[in-house]
């Protein structure tokens, strides 16, 4: 069967390509993945396509880039599951970072985000000497954030990097987890505490798309969601988020409802005025538009039972 | 078909008109629902957070009590959708972890038997009842419209927990409804990424550069509304559109673009009066949008 | 300027050991590396990494015992010596680093079986034991804040008065190339799979270091030790560990036989690799495969072994054959995975070539000798990866003058040029792949005088047609096409050392099997064959060197 791929180019030196999307068909067997045609093109056809790839194999994390506007890893998808009946596959680089050419981009900011989160392990008290004991199910634990193969999927699609390139991102933050879960890192509280700072744990917006485009299951945004809870019980309650969470946590508990209005109140903090009257206007004009939540919360008439869920699994996590 | 209507936290508090519209629509529709008013929040996401089994027994605790009426459940939330399909996902490919939940919501006399389907009204009017019948109701011609779709996330990732694999015409099935109504589709680039509402009382300012980021795409992009089937994405792209334009735009413009909840727009198609569907209540006016309808209702007349 | 007191070059297991170390040590060392480091091909490496625990009765003795009996006594027994007995130290270290060692239900490091070994003493992470070793050695190179040189390319090494003084590199991403002097240089840049079509490895797998080190004027030792690893899928190459089998899988042949019981009745599945390799080809030339394979079954395994402990391997199935490890069958066949033969070194990495030391799988010192065992690889790169930037920073601390001239960048620089202003010739690709399917029709499991006499006189002629090879790409801004061009050149040198080296043995000992002289001649044969550059245009020099015995008198090899 014939596939045609449309790769953008990006080249500073061949003004002629550059900033175009190039059509390439070729003949393409069932199990062709993208990766196979790229190199078929880089082979064959125009030596000048720029791609990284090595093994093959998913395991290098070279091939990342974006298929039909997502970010995945280019040997590990098969041509047939983004191109149904045959229709033309877009091939682009990476997003949240530069292009050097053609779909290689500069990963200098995701391995200095890496690098930002302190990514070793940090032992306390003297080394043993043999090895630390640590139970199989917590290393085990930890292959699941270990997989990662630091491809950048993760990072090309991150909405919250997108409008803002402080934000930690999703590869980090998961390297950051594979730390704070290791029962031989003795830096745990001062991982959480940056962590919880600007930039860090909260600011993931939760789309779920690093998840969606991680090509190993490392669901960063779990990892990132584990975080927050961690974070709350060691101590570190100060943030909007944790605020956030809690209030709506409580007005659940107490009514089997959320209630927005008190949720808007106590994230921002009662005592941070400046916040308060910040969203004092659109509160106003919810009141004018008949659309202000009852500050009271909704009751539903089953919230004992609710309440008696939050009491008995809650209890159990202790 | 009958279903156990979930119309979740916000549509009963902050965006009432989503409320009314829905029930507009489903009553011209002739679909037939039994409001749940024993189900709780569904925790979006952020109950998982905290505890994620917390979330996931509220969940199944809903799931069983629309399976013991017989019922599939219906939701009107992008987000409600998502959490409830993950839950679901979840307790499905883990029996022992259904039953120790069920172990908790014994005690109310319920246990989930795994049979309830859930679906959002956008994909039980696309896949169920179905795309040909209902451009048989779309009287209202909407051809001088141009609308921009909006998912929101949970309806869409992680896409193995909301059945695309099963159902890939799905990936689709907004942008589908839209060109049904006769408007025209604006297909832009943000239509699938984040509103910003999981972190408007978190970090403001990111949320507000997602608001204007993706408003003010659609609107450069020539459109006249946008439509969103989450009604926590709208009460961002509405509610704080003006303040996301005023730190965001060259000049601080206004981006002015309203943004529907999905039944009225299928309201609207249906002709169904705008003030029945709620629309005075939107904070990004849409008078200027109703008006050119009326005029072009009036100029085909 | 770029001067280091230790240039290594390769950042996978064996070069970022060395730098770790030398960066510990005090010394002034940096990385070359032509990938970034975490995508080297150690991370490729899945099985596990063996070592004798004395607290567990284990003993290095033994370890040592039956990587001399899987070398085929081709090993020198010192360097095993050495290897073993550090293998302990060297894991622990590793486990103190970080590296998410699975676990017993005391908490204690945890052990599966692997090929060639009676005791279970191979450590691992699930299946993907070499890159969670790989991105933790990764961790603590930017814990120690080691320079790379990343996306840089080495086209020569400086040698001048028969000494080693650095390296010509070309920065990959502007096309720039520059001189870096070093005291000593640790070569670690890894194998050479893309000799072979089909094989297990990356396609940055091109021989760089055995050519480089060639050409340099080092010799390289044992070459025709190629190795063929028994479970590899037919459609791309891609490795299935031995891991599997290590956790009881069994191999079949089209009549369902556990065909392994008859070749090897002790050690069956778990046999050394050049006989399991040579078994399965053996039923699959005799009528008795599937398709060209022989099947690898986990079904009696149970779904949780192979979802918890080889989770990767059921990723590898069904991203590339489509099925569930936990229910059927998959279909395998040899496929060339790894280079016994290299650079020779001694114990401490260093080569005949002053200045020049080498570790990793692109070094031989030897201790694999004629077939490596599973997991002795990840071993060997620590723990001479370790030694040889020691022995190279003490070797640099006597390093006096080094030389300031530009020659050799400049001459790399004419060479390049002339490689892009050629009229259009034949595609590096198109060559690189004749080349490699000629190597595994000729000198692959099974070897005879003329097959392997028909690859050498084709190796030689492709050499010639190399000189016409031209690339697409005349930009300076990462420009594959020009490293693709220039590591055709290493495979084909890689592919000239192993070809001289396998006409020259003659007799068959591990992997070096030949139909027309089957049986292993210790009286002549029990030595390492070294391989050196002709000078401008003449045939390679060969030349021998004994083999270092210690403890274990050679015995007839049975599994």
């Given at each position: 069967m014939q596939a045609t791929v449309r790769v953008r180019r990006h080249n500073t030196e061949a003004p002629?390509?550059?900033?175009k999307l190039q059509e390439f068909k070729f003949d393409v067997s069932e199990n062709t993945t993208v990766l196979d045609a790229l190199i078929k093109v880089r082979e064959e056809i125009d030596g000048t396509l720029g791609v990284r790839c090595s093994c093959r194999a998913s395991i290098c994390g070279s091939c990342g880039m974006r298929v039909n506007g997502q970010a995945r890893l280019a040997c590990k998808t098969k041509l047939t599951d983004v191109s149904r009946d045959g229709a033309p596959i877009t091939v682009e680089p990476m997003g949240n970072m530069p292009v050097i050419k053609d779909l290689i981009t500069d990963m200098g900011i995701f391995w200095g985000k890496i690098r930002q989160v302190e990514p070793y392990l940090q032992p306390a008290g003297p080394e043993p000497k043999g090895e630390y004991i640590a139970s199989d199910e917590s290393m085990a634990h930890l292959v699941g954030v270990m997989n990662c193969i630091m491809c950048g999927a993760c990072v090309s699609d991150c909405t919250a990097l997108e409008v803002d390139s402080t934000f930690i991102g999703p590869a980090a933050l998961a390297k950051a987890y594979r730390f704070v879960a290791d029962p031989r890192d003795g830096a745990t509280q001062d991982r959480l505490g940056t962590l919880n700072e600007r930039s860090g744990i909260w600011d993931c917006t939760r789309c779920y798309y690093c998840v969606q485009v991680c090509p190993k299951g490392v669901a960063p945004m779990e990892r990132i969601m584990k975080m927050r809870d961690l974070a709350m019980e060691a101590g570190y309650n100060n943030t909007s988020g944790s605020r956030h969470t809690k209030s709506f946590a409580k007005s659940v508990k107490k009514g089997g409802l959320l209630n927005e209005t008190m949720l808007a109140v106590e994230s921002t903090g009662w005592l941070n005025v400046p916040g308060q009257m910040a969203q004092a206007p659109i509160g106003i004009k919810s009141l004018l538009k008949g659309k202000l939540p009852n500050p009271l919360g909704h009751r539903i008439k089953a919230r004992k039972h609710i309440r008696r869920v939050f009491d008995k699994v809650e209890g159990e996590s202790k | 078909m009958k279903y156990a209507w979930w119309p979740g936290c916000v549509a009963r508090g902050a965006t009432p008109e989503l409320y009314t519209s829905t029930v507009a629509v489903l009553e011209r529709l002739g679909i037939e629902v039994e409001e749940m008013h024993d189900f709780s929040c569904t925790g979006a996401g952020v109950l998982q957070e905290r505890n994620r089994k917390l979330g996931d027994t509220l969940n199944v605790r809903n799931f069983a009590i629309a399976e013991k009426q017989g019922l599939p459940i219906m939701t009107i939330c992008s987000t409600c959708q998502g959490v409830m399909s993950q839950a679901h996902q979840r307790v499905m490919r883990d029996p022992e972890y259904l039953k120790e939940i069920n172990g908790v919501i014994a005690e109310e006399g319920l246990a989930y038997r795994g049979t309830t389907v859930i679906k959002h009204l956008l994909w039980i009017l696309v896949e169920e009842f179905g795309v040909e019948e209902l451009k048989k109701r779309f009287v209202r011609d909407l051809s001088c419209l141009s609308v921009a779709p909006f998912y929101g996330c949970y309806l869409l990732r992680p896409s193995d927990a909301l059945g695309y694999d099963r159902v890939p015409a799905r990936e689709t099935s907004l942008d589908r409804v839209i060109e049904a109504t006769g408007a025209r589709l604006i297909d832009f680039a943000g239509k699938r990424k984040c509103c910003g509402f999981p972190i408007l009382l978190i970090n403001q300012d990111n949320s507000l550069k997602m608001v204007a980021n993706h408003t003010g795409a659609a609107k450069d992009d020539g459109a006249d509304a946008m439509v969103t089937p989450c009604p926590l994405c709208h009460l961002n792209l509405d509610g704080y559109q003006d303040k996301a334009a005023r730190k965001n735009r060259p000049d601080g413009r206004k981006i002015d673009l309203p943004i529907i909840h999905f039944p009225q727009l299928i309201g609207l198609a249906m002709g169904i009066e705008p003030d029945e569907l709620g629309f005075k209540k939107h904070m990004v006016s849409t008078r200027d949008m109703l008006a050119r309808l009326k005029e072009q209702a009036a100029a085909v007349r | 300027m770029f001067e280091h007191d230790l240039l290594i070059i390769g950042a996978g297991l064996a070069g970022m050991r060395a730098a770790v170390e030398a960066v510990r040590r005090g010394a002034n060392a940096a990385m070359i590396t032509k990938v970034h480091p975490v995508r080297s091909h150690s991370n490729a490496a899945q099985g596990g990494i063996n070592a004798a625990l004395t607290d567990r009765g284990d003993d290095w003795t033994d370890h040592a015992l039956d990587t001399i009996k899987g070398s085929d006594y081709l090993a020198d027994q010192d360097a095993v010596e050495v290897m073993c007995s550090e293998a302990g130290q060297a894991l622990i270290e590793l486990e103190h680093m970080g590296v998410i060692f699975s676990r017993d239900d005391q908490g204690k490091l945890g052990t599966r079986r692997f090929g060639g070994q009676k005791a279970a003493r191979t450590f691992f992470v699930g299946a993907i034991t070499g890159q969670a070793m790989l991105h933790v050695l990764y961790e603590q190179v930017i814990k120690a804040n080691v320079r790379v040189y990343e996306e840089w390319f080495v086209t020569s090494l400086i040698v001048e008065d028969g000494v080693c003084h650095g390296a010509v590199a070309l920065d990959i991403r502007n096309g720039e190339l520059h001189t870096i002097r070093a005291k000593a240089v640790v070569m670690a840049a890894g194998g050479a799979g893309r000799v072979y079509e089909p094989s297990t490895n990356a396609l940055i797998c091109t021989g760089d270091g055995y050519a480089l080190a060639y050409r340099a004027g080092a010799p390289l030792m044992d070459m025709e030790m190629v190795q063929y690893h028994p479970t590899t899928l037919a459609s791309n190459g891609v490795l299935i560990s031995e891991a599997a089998r290590g956790e009881g899988a069994y191999l079949l042949n089209s009549k369902g036989d556990r065909f392994m019981l008859k070749y090897a009745p002790e050690y069956k599945e778990l046999a050394s690799r050049d006989v399991v390799s040579r078994s399965e080809q053996t039923e699959i030339n005799e009528g008795r495969g599937v398709n060209g394979c022989v099947l690898l079954d986990m079904r009696h395994l149970g779904r949780e072994v192979v979802e918890k402990k080889l989770g990767y391997l059921q990723e590898v199935a069904h991203d590339f054959v489509g099925i569930d490890l936990a229910e059927t069958p998959i279909p395998i066949r040899p496929g060339m995975h790894y280079m016994m033969g290299g650079i020779k070194t001694d114990?401490?990495?260093?080569?005949?070539?002053?200045g020049l030391y080498a570790a990793g799988e692109v070094a031989n010192v030897s201790v694999h000798g004629g077939n490596r065992l599973g997991a002795n690889s990840l071993l060997d790169t620590v723990v001479f990866g370790r030694r040889s930037a020691v022995a190279g920073i003490e070797y640099g601390t006597s390093v006096r003058n080094m030389p300031k001239n530009e020659d050799q960048r400049k001459a790399d620089q004419a060479r390049i040029r002339q490689l892009m202003d050629r009229p259009k010739g034949p595609r590096p690709a198109a060559v690189r792949r004749e080349l490699a399917e000629t190597m595994h029709n000729g000198v692959a499991v099974f070897r005879d005088q003329k097959g392997m006499e028909a690859a050498a006189a084709r190796v030689r002629e492709i050499r010639s047609e190399y000189e016409k090879v031209s690339i697409d790409d005349k930009g300076k801004v990462f420009n594959t096409d020009l490293v693709f061009a220039l590591e055709l050149g290493y495979v084909i040198d890689t592919a000239e050392a192993i070809c001289v080296s396998a006409l020259t043995r003659k007799e068959s000992r591990g992997a070096h099997y030949r139909t027309d002289m089957p049986r292993r001649d210790d009286a002549n044969w029990l030595k390492h064959i070294l391989v050196r550059a002709g000078d401008d245009g003449e045939a390679p020099k060969v030349d021998f060197s004994p083999v270092s015995i210690t403890r274990w008198q050679p015995v007839e090899r049975k599994y």
């Open positions: 002629a390509v550059h900033g | - | 114990v401490n990495g260093a080569t005949p070539l002053p």
